[in-house]
């Protein structure tokens, strides 16, 4: 296995489309995580999955985001209605077992024109 | 709620110069610390991390001690190389619940030859 994958890398998109993330976690973890990093700043946490079930949304996940996590494998984050203001790096992590060392991947970087 | 404050940047150092990035944290509890790091263009790896008080995290050459009385977690090398240039975040976790990581702003490090 060779880590945490998000597809696309990049994506760019006109305002008022919608669009959608995939991320494929490593595979023995149950845990899955979204968050999303705006430039200058540190990552904000938007949703958590274990296993299939989404136990947290934060509140900055507006009802334009819905996030899924079919049979507890890969995921998907999906915006409707994109704005401008969704323009931002949306980070992948996953964990497993004790451990909550989270691992990330390289991320989807969405710019909204 | 749980906040975490890194040092602002740009840290400029020349070469094998004394690195310390400030972090300090508020929580409750007794949360898990952790330094990320991001080199341009990759994505966040973790860099080390410490799960109770006093216990020192390293690798690399970095080094970070968890000092539950001064709520701080400071990360140190004692000579850098210009391959550490990146972004370095300071992040918590509380070891109950969704293990979310909260982050500081980040602290962008340039180290010249």
């Known amino acids: 296995d060779t880590g945490v994958s998000q597809d696309p890398r990049h994506k760019i998109t006109k305002r008022g489309q919608n669009v959608t993330f995939r991320c494929d976690p490593i595979?023995?973890?149950?845990?899955l995580y979204w968050y999303r990093q705006t430039l200058g700043q540190g990552p904000e946490f938007l949703t958590y999955?274990?296993?299939?079930?989404?136990?947290?949304k934060s509140r900055l996940l507006s009802d334009r985001f819905s996030a899924e996590r079919p049979k507890g494998s890969f995921s998907t984050l999906e915006i409707q209605r994109t704005e401008q203001g969704d323009s931002a790096m949306y980070l992948c992590a996953s964990s497993g077992g004790h451990n909550n060392e989270q691992f990330f991947g390289p991320g989807t970087r969405l710019t909204v024109l | 709620g749980d906040s975490v404050t890194q040092m602002e940047g740009p840290v400029t150092l020349s070469e094998e110069a004394f690195l310390t990035i400030n972090c300090t944290y508020t929580?409750?509890?007794?949360?898990?610390l952790f330094w990320y790091v991001q080199y341009p263009g990759e994505g966040l790896q973790l860099l080390l991390k410490a799960t109770k008080a006093d216990d020192k995290g390293s690798n690399k050459g970095f080094e970070a001690t968890y000092r539950k009385e001064t709520t701080s977690f400071h990360l140190e090398k004692g000579s850098v190389q210009v391959s550490d240039s990146a972004v370095y975040f300071c992040a918590l976790t509380q070891p109950e619940g969704n293990y979310q990581l909260i982050w500081g702003a980040g602290t962008k490090l340039i180290i010249k030859p």
């Open positions: 999955f274990q296993n299939e079930a989404q136990l947290e």
């Open positions: 595979s023995e973890h149950n845990r």
């Open positions: 929580a409750t509890g007794y949360p898990s």
